[in-house]
């Protein structure tokens, strides 16, 4: 009689492309503590026009002189923190930077609630179209952070 084939080998290639997702997943812990985080966010807000997906890439920068800002497919009444947290998710070392930049009142905490919540509402998203989360500096890196 012939060896059945391991059962890993049994396993239907998406079912099996899913178990390596999850075997990459933050633990419950961690996405637990970024909840926790992530509410720094949930406050009373003054709507303004925002970017909504101001990241580096979109910004086009001559002589450390801005000169464009493109794909404002995200663009909506949101909270200003938001758009500085986008831009500076994954890259914390520029946070004060940016900060004195933009010369108004930040709440630090704010921000990187807003780095939890985006890091955590992204992963499933980055996931199922084919990007994987926890590469170095990726989103799954920015929830570590937060412990």
Not at 124 to 141: A, K, T
């Amino acid at each position: 009689m012939a060896r059945p084939a391991p059962r890993r080998a049994r396993i239907p290639p998406r079912r099996r492309m899913r178990m390596a997702r999850h075997e990459r997943c933050p633990s419950p812990d961690l996405v637990t503590r970024n909840r926790e985080v992530a509410e720094a966010a949930l406050r009373p807000w003054k709507p303004v026009f925002i970017h909504g997906d101001l990241q580096i890439t979109h910004v086009f920068v001559d002589d450390d002189k801005i000169t464009g800002v493109i794909d404002w497919s995200e663009a909506a009444q949101g909270d200003a923190h938001y758009d500085l947290a986008v831009l500076t998710l994954g890259h914390e070392e520029h946070l004060d930077d940016v900060v004195t930049g933009y010369g108004t009142d930040v709440d630090l905490d704010v921000i990187r609630g807003w780095w939890s919540w985006r890091s955590l509402v992204a992963a499933r998203w980055l996931v199922e179209h084919g990007f994987d989360p926890s590469l170095p500096g990726c989103e799954f890196d920015v929830l570590r952070s937060r412990m």
